[in-house]
């Protein structure tokens, strides 16, 4: 540990706030920064971390390359008329999800998934029978999926899909692959979609990334501060921005697994084999949202009304009616067509979204059709897709890229949660533990500053 104490309590008081990164004249030396723990990514596992930090009395700085926080997580409060999530928006498992109780105690209002979704085949209700056949084929294959996961066989769901699905095998490899997953059913391990913590979910009335905002107030967040390189050969760990060096005892490292893989953040030494073999195997999919404006409720859409859509091909879409009772609607796509979709660029996505309409919701709908925005975590450089997927035989990487590099890294994020993978409760959890995992490392408390930190999860 470099440096004082009482100094960087000093820095910390004085960055209690969120910061921009300040722009360096000429000749200017960049600052160094030293604390405890620096983390990387003001998203809900960097949050996290640093609230724990914090309250266990370590000094931290959180680097974010982003001009806000949340990453992932994300809610857009202006363009709709109402909070609209870009990013996450279903809050998972509710009961395991820690970010629950902190919603709640903060005043966020917290409400029930309709869940039961309407069925629809090309743009009608189900005839006599249809919907009982689909429910059916849905439920073989959940439970040939289930069973295979819970014997612990490492394959992937496609080859445990029952052969009797008949016209509903591409909905339903669209439900449990591209749309559950963000990747395609030949890609995704028993074992670890098994592992996934699935209850009724809930939705956030003022947005699931205005929770993780609002638990990020008063916290040392530089926004706008791309980290380049993290040189952890010495005896701590610097971190390199544009705007300056931050040294710390411990880096927590809670970017995508997309974006680590990328190699834009240089490591020095190289992230060692057995982290960066976990890090190509829980790469992440895609999943973006399509989100229509519907004028005048032509489909007399409950709020919040899930549809599934009965598919012929994997370019579909899963439509969320009237997100809080507004008149916008997601239609979501996921996996290898909503890559390519990203890839093509905005006006091509809201070329399909318009298509889908017409032809999957009918012509009441088409003619109401207004406005279309689209999402673009796929073409993000700072995420560069959803979330973290193991493919078969990976799911044990989930705990091996959490584990201490050197006594000086931790990664986090929602790759390195086993049962809330891919969810903001899984990265909050995540971010918890590496922030315990860094105060062991880190030197003994001071007497007096002790604090009693909440127990883990697990
Ligand atoms: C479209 C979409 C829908 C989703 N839906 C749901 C849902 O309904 N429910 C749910 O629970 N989850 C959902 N998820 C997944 C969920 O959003 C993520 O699992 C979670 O938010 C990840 O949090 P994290 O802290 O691990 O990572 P992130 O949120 O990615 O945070 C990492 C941060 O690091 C920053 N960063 C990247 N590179 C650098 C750099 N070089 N220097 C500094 N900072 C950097 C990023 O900008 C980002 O803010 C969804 C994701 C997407 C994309």
């Known amino acids: 540990m470099n440096g004082s104490l009482m100094t960087r309590r000093g820095l910390i008081a004085g960055t209690a706030t969120i910061l921009s990164a300040p722009a360096l004249g000429q000749g200017t ?194 926004l706008s501060t791309a980290v380049t390189r993290v040189d952890w050969s010495g005896r701590g760990v610097t971190v390199e921005t544009p705007s300056g060096k931050i040294q710390a005892r411990v880096a927590i490292v809670t970017v995508s697994t997309a974006v680590l893989a990328s190699n834009v953040i240089r490591f020095a030494p190289a992230i060692p084999k057995r982290q960066l073999d976990a890090i190509q195997a829980l790469g992440c999919g895609a999943y973006e949202h399509l989100i229509v404006h519907l004028a005048d409720n032509p489909m007399d859409a409950k709020p919040d009304e899930p549809f599934v859509v009965k598919a012929d091909t994997s370019a579909t879409a899963k439509p969320l009616a009237r997100i809080g009772g507004s008149d916008w609607w997601y239609l979501d796509i996921g996996g290898k067509f909503a890559r390519d979709l990203a890839n093509a660029g905005p006006t091509a996505m809201k070329a399909f979204a318009a298509e889908f309409v017409g032809n999957e919701l009918g012509p009441r709908a088409r003619r109401a059709l207004g406005e279309i925005h689209v999402t673009s975590w796929t073409t993000d450089p700072f995420i560069r897709g959803s979330w973290s997927v193991a493919g078969p035989g990976a799911t044990g990487q989930r705990l091996r890229l959490a584990e201490p590099v050197g006594q000086r890294l931790l990664f986090a994020g929602e790759a390195t949660d086993d049962g809330l993978w891919g969810t903001v409760g899984g990265a909050w959890a995540s971010g918890e533990r590496a922030a315990d995992a860094a105060v062991r490392i880190v030197a003994p408390q001071p007497a007096g500053n002790r604090q009693t930190n909440p127990p883990n999860r697990r």
């Not at 920064?33 to 266990?56: C, E, F, N, T």
């Not at 202006?78 to 999800?97: C, E, K, R, S």
Request: glycine share 10%; charged share 30%; aromatic share 6%.
């Open 29 to 222: 030396r960049p600052p160094v920064v030293d604390v405890d723990v620096v983390v990387i990514g003001a998203g809900a596992a960097g949050i996290a971390a640093a609230r724990r930090l914090k309250a266990a009395g370590r000094t931290v700085v959180v680097v974010e390359a982003k001009d806000r926080i949340g990453g992932r997580a994300h809610t857009d409060v202006v363009t709709f008329g109402v909070p609209m999530d870009l990013g996450a928006h279903w809050i998972h498992a509710p009961a395991d999800n820690p970010v629950v109780p902190l919603a709640k105690a903060a005043g966020f209002d917290l409400y029930d998934d309709p869940e039961r979704p309407r069925l629809l085949i090309k743009g009608r209700g189900p005839r006599e029978g249809e919907r009982e056949s689909f429910a059916g084929a849905l439920r073989r294959s959940q439970r040939a999926i289930l069973d295979a996961g819970e014997a612990g066989r490492e394959v992937p769901l496609s080859e445990v899909m029952p052969s009797d699905l008949a016209d509903w095998r591409p909905t339903i490899e669209f439900l449990r692959g591209a749309w559950d997953s963000g990747k395609e059913t030949s890609e995704i391990s028993c074992v670890d979609f098994y592992n996934a913590l699935e209850t009724r979910d809930q939705f956030c009335r003022q947005g699931y990334g205005a929770v993780i905002e609002k638990l990020g107030e008063g916290l040392p967040v530089r």
